[in-house]
């Protein structure tokens, strides 16, 4: 893993976001990930095709990145990151969105504070990685000094590719002193000898051991397109292996479709042997009649 922070090299008057959200289409469970402190929220879009109206947007509120969300029927969303008014834009499908309600757990983080950013080596393979790197980094990134925020850094984002998608996990930086690590010897853990107790209250306080705990959320990122320009211009990278939400469910009602085919066939299969048996009182073929029937020698 490699980390990454454009906090102190960012421009600090030039830093600022807006966040576009159409708050009618996103659902109860995913409106709790969009809540982001260091951003200018606005109203709702009013159209779901004229995009290049963002870049407008942008430029009346004095915003280098755009962050919009799309939600389609309810149930699927969409997220667009761009940097008008020049680009580029890349369109992302956002799956597997699980809020801290959700989780519950230990962690937890100040809001307003700074995040670590850190990225997998795989980021560096590709260009079109390359680029969505560098578009999670501004995005994400929060300059030191910025409005609203705190004086310190207590979480870390973690950006991994894995099955050409981008997985997002959140943990905070949680510090422990030397000599609170050990437990109380009821519980049955080891406790520290006595050199090892007077050698920790020896050291200074600045070190301590640091690790990560998950706070969440957590959710998947599937790169689709990426525009040359900010929500517009050629397509410079398109996903071939990505399938979308909608042709997933006509598949599923082709299946189901399927099913119920089959048994109607087979129902008209089994009445037309029936048939042909002779086997039924209306329709079908009618049963010769043997001369040695009981019913023809006693009538």
Not at 27 to 56: C, G, I, M, W
Not at 113 to 140: C, G
Not at 276 to 288: A, N, P, R, Y
Request: glycine share 6%; aromatic share 8%; charged share 30%.
């Amino acid at each position: 893993m490699t980390e990454t922070s454009n906090a102190d090299n960012a421009d600090l008057e030039a830093y600022r976001k807006s966040k576009d959200v159409d708050p009618a289409l996103i659902l109860p469970n995913q409106y709790h990930e969009y809540l982001d402190v260091f951003s200018r929220k606005d109203a709702k879009l009013d159209t779901k095709t004229k995009l290049y109206q963002l870049n407008e947007l942008a430029d009346l509120y004095n915003c280098n990145n755009v962050f919009f969300f799309e939600a389609r029927k309810g149930k699927d969303l969409y997220i667009w990151m761009s940097k008008p008014p020049n680009g580029p834009t890349v369109k992302f499908h956002l799956q597997n969105l699980h809020t801290m309600e959700e989780l519950h757990f230990t962690g937890n983080c100040l809001k307003g504070s700074r995040p670590v950013l850190s990225f997998d080596a795989t980021f560096d393979s590709a260009p079109h990685l390359k680029l969505i790197k560098e578009l999670l980094t501004q995005t994400f990134g929060v300059p030191k000094g910025a409005r609203k925020t705190k004086p310190f850094v207590d979480h870390v984002m973690a950006f991994t590719v894995a099955d050409n998608k981008v997985w997002t996990r959140v943990y905070q930086i949680n510090e422990t002193e030397a000599g609170k690590t050990s437990a109380i010897p009821e519980q049955g853990l080891p406790m520290p000898s006595a050199t090892e107790v007077t050698s920790a209250k020896g050291k200074k306080d600045s070190e301590t051991k640091l690790n990560l705990v998950e706070i969440g959320p957590r959710f998947v990122l599937t790169p689709i397109i990426i525009q040359e320009g900010s929500f517009g211009g050629p397509i410079i990278y398109e996903n071939k292996e990505f399938v979308s939400p909608n042709q997933v469910r006509r598949e599923v009602r082709v299946a189901r479709s399927a099913k119920y085919n089959n048994r109607a066939e087979a129902v008209i299969e089994r009445k037309a042997k029936k048939g042909d048996l002779g086997l039924t009182t209306s329709g079908g073929k009618t049963k010769e009649v043997d001369e040695l029937d009981e019913k023809m020698l006693f009538a």
